[in-house]
């Protein structure tokens, strides 16, 4: 009989497409992590309840007592059980954008008592260290979780004190996406009061659809700034898993795009932070 011989071929992960690309790419740059990590995509995305720390002090005891808020180490953040009687369908709204998914909670009256938002979100943003005084920009700020927080940490505490006195500060939200700033503008009117964003000496919560890749913009206009935030826009591995067909169409070149496009924000973000300040990337 004859012998033959079978050569195997495979394309090198840089060429691969498709689920065996990304699976490939991923392989090559977390090793064994990776199956640990890709059962974790999977995994729904658990939810904190962050409390609106704009409330009254009796709204703030009856959302205690309603959900059973169990403290995290995460300030403002708890665990909580959804009350027997669930949610209004009609005063619920989910978003999600990119790797960030919130549950946002409409006003019946006054303003949306809390949201929910993955831990993953909160920690971020309180990385960050926003105290009251700071100047703060959100590059990247819809859906909205953060930049909520954001505001929280720099404006909450002065307001507790006293909501008439003077606000120091001011949270700068960008999106280039006009559609997604006009839905963020939306929400931080359901959650903050409207002092900060309607002062008569202009607001102390702005927003602004700037483009991150050009180097002069309306971000500079509000800067330079203490603290920056930059949640860029990445390939969304979730999203990927969850999207229909959207993994199939996956190429190294699409993390190419994202990643020139990422660095450029990036650089142009360090331009509007002033000397001593801070920038999270993530």
Request: charged content about 25%; some cysteine; glycine content about 8%.
């Amino acid at each position: 009989g004859s012998l033959k011989l079978w050569i195997a071929l495979r394309a090198p992960f840089w060429m691969a497409r498709g689920k065996d690309g990304w699976h490939q790419e991923h392989e090559a740059n977390f090793g064994e992590r990776w199956v640990t990590l890709h059962k974790a995509l999977h995994r729904d995305v658990e939810f904190l309840l962050y409390a609106n720390p704009f409330l009254p002090v009796q709204a703030g005891q009856n959302l205690q007592q309603k959900f059973c808020l169990e403290d995290t180490p995460l300030p403002g953040s708890y665990c909580f059980e959804v009350p027997e009687e669930g949610f209004a369908r009609r005063h619920v709204s989910s978003t999600e954008k990119g790797d960030e998914g919130v549950i946002y909670v409409e006003p019946q009256s006054g303003l949306s008592p809390f949201f929910l938002v993955d831990g993953a979100s909160i920690i971020v943003a309180l990385a960050l260290g926003a105290e009251e005084g700071d100047r703060v920009l959100d590059v990247s700020a819809a859906p909205g979780g953060k930049a909520l927080i954001l505001a929280s940490e720099i404006f909450a505490r002065s307001w507790q004190r006293d909501p008439h006195a003077e606000l120091r500060g001011k949270l700068v939200c960008n999106d280039v996406s006009k559609a997604d700033a006009a839905e963020l503008r939306r929400t931080l009117r359901d959650f903050l009061p409207v002092e900060l964003l309607e002062p008569s000496n202009g607001p102390r919560v702005a927003m602004t659809t700037a483009d991150p890749g050009t180097p002069s913009n309306t971000m500079e206009r509000h800067g330079p700034y203490d603290r920056i935030l930059l949640d860029a826009p990445c390939t969304a591995d979730r999203q990927l898993l969850r999207q229909e067909g959207k993994l199939e169409r996956w190429s190294r070149g699409t993390n190419k795009v994202s990643s020139d496009r990422q660095l450029k924000w990036l650089r142009n973000a360090l331009w509007l932070l002033r000397e001593g300040g801070l920038l999270v990337y993530c």
